[in-house]
C-alpha cells in the first residue's frame, strides 16, 4: 500500500502519488485530443484550459504542501473523474461521428432472442419499478460508501488504493464509451416498448434529475455502474460479512436494474463485468509499480 500521510506529514510530502500519475496521464491524453480535433469539439479552447489548470493544481499541491493539501489530495480525483465523465458528451459526438446502438442491440437479440427490455414488461410492476429506480439512483454514495469508511477509520493507505482503483474504473470506462459509442435501449428502442415505466412516489423525479445530470451522453459500453458497483462491494470485505452480503445484494439489484430500467444492453452488463474482474486481477500490480 501506498504510505500513510498524515497531517503532520504533509507538509515534507512532495511526490506524486499513483492517483496523481494516473489523473495526469489521462489529463494529457485529453489534451492531445483537444489538439486534434480543436475544430470540432465544442469549448476546445476552455476545455484545454481547463484541463491545464486542473493538472496545474495537482502538481501546485504536491510541490508546495500547504493547510489545504491534506484534504485536497485525497479527494479531488472526486471532482476531477467526474469533470471528466461530463466532457466525454462533448468528446465523443465530434471524434466519432457515429452510434453503435443497433450493433449492441442486435448482439443482445442474438443471444436472448428478443430485446431484453421489451421482454421485461412481462414483470414489470409500480413497486419493482420505484425500487430499481432508487437502487439506480443511489449508485455513486455506494460506490464512494468504502471511501468514507476508510476516511472514518484514518486508514489512510488503503484509501489512497481504493481511489486508484476506482477513478481507474471510471476513467476506463470513459475510454471505452469512446471506443463503442451508444445511448442505451430507452432511446434505440423506444418505439417498440409497449408499457411506459411507472413508479410509485419519486421515480419521475428522479429519473428527470439524472437525465439532467447525464445530459446526452454516450455511455453504455462497458456499463460503469455494474463495473464501478462490483469494485465497490469486493472493496467491503475489511467491513465485516454483513456489509458484504448487503454490497452484494445491491450490487446484483443495479445490474439487473440497469437493463429492466432501460438505461442498458445486456451485453454491456457482460462487459462491465469483464472490465471489473480484470482490473481486480491487475490493479494491485499496477498500483505497486506506480506508487
Known amino acids: ?14 511526490r ?3 492517483i496523481d500519475k494516473l489523473i ?3 489529463f494529457g491524453c485529453c489534451m492531445i485530443l483537444i489538439l486534434g480535433w480543436w475544430s470540432q469539439i465544442q469549448y476546445a479552447s476552455a476545455l484545454f484550459a481547463s484541463h491545464l489548470a486542473g493538472a496545474a493544481m495537482v502538481v501546485y499541491q504536491v510541490r508546495r504542501p500547504n493547510r489545504t493539501t491534506w484534504f ?12 471528466c465523465y461530463k466532457e466525454t458528451a462533448l468528446f465523443i459526438p465530434a471524434i466519432r461521428h457515429t452510434e453503435l446502438d443497433g450493433w449492441l442491440a442486435k448482439l443482445d437479440f442474438s443471444i436472448w432472442g428478443a430485446n431484453p427490455t ?5 414483470i414489470q410492476s409500480p413497486v419493482l419499478t420505484e425500487y430499481l429506480q432508487w437502487v439506480y439512483t ?9 471511501a468514507f469508511l476508510l476516511w472514518r477509520r484514518r486508514r489512510y493507505a488503503d484509501f489512497q488504493y481504493f481511489a486508484f ?12 464509451y469512446l471506443m463503442v459509442p451508444a445511448r442505451g435501449p430507452r432511446f434505440l428502442l423506444a418505439r417498440l416498448q409497449h408499457i411506459p415505466l411507472q413508479g410509485l412516489w419519486l421515480f419521475d423525479g428522479m429519473q428527470r434529475v439524472l437525465d439532467h445530470l447525464e445530459s446526452v451522453h454516450y455511455d453504455c459500453f462497458p456499463s460503469g455502474h455494474t463495473e464501478l458497483t462490483i469494485l465497490a462491494w469486493w472493496s467491503t470485505r475489511p467491513f465485516g460479512p454483513r456489509l458484504f452480503w448487503l ?3 445491491y450490487t446484483l439489484s443495479i445490474i439487473f436494474a440497469t437493463v429492466y430500467l432501460r438505461y442498458h444492453y445486456t451485453v454491456d452488463l457482460l462487459a462491465g463485468v469483464v472490465v471489473a474482474a480484470i482490473l481486480l486481477a491487475a490493479t494491485p500490480a499496477i498500483y505497486r509499480k506506480w506508487k
Open 1 to 14: 500500500m501506498a504510505p500513510v500521510l498524515t497531517p503532520e506529514a504533509s507538509a515534507q510530502e512532495t
Open 16 to 18: 506524486l502519488w499513483a
Open 24 to 26: 495526469l496521464a489521462y
Open 72 to 83: 485536497f489530495r485525497h479527494w479531488y480525483p472526486l471532482l476531477y473523474v467526474a469533470a
Open 118 to 122: 421489451v421482454a421485461l414488461e412481462r
Open 138 to 146: 443511489l449508485f455513486v454514495p455506494m460506490v464512494l460508501l468504502p
Open 165 to 176: 482503483l476506482v477513478a481507474l474504473g471510471y476513467l476506463v470506462s470513459y475510454v471505452g
Open 247 to 249: 454490497s452484494f445484494a
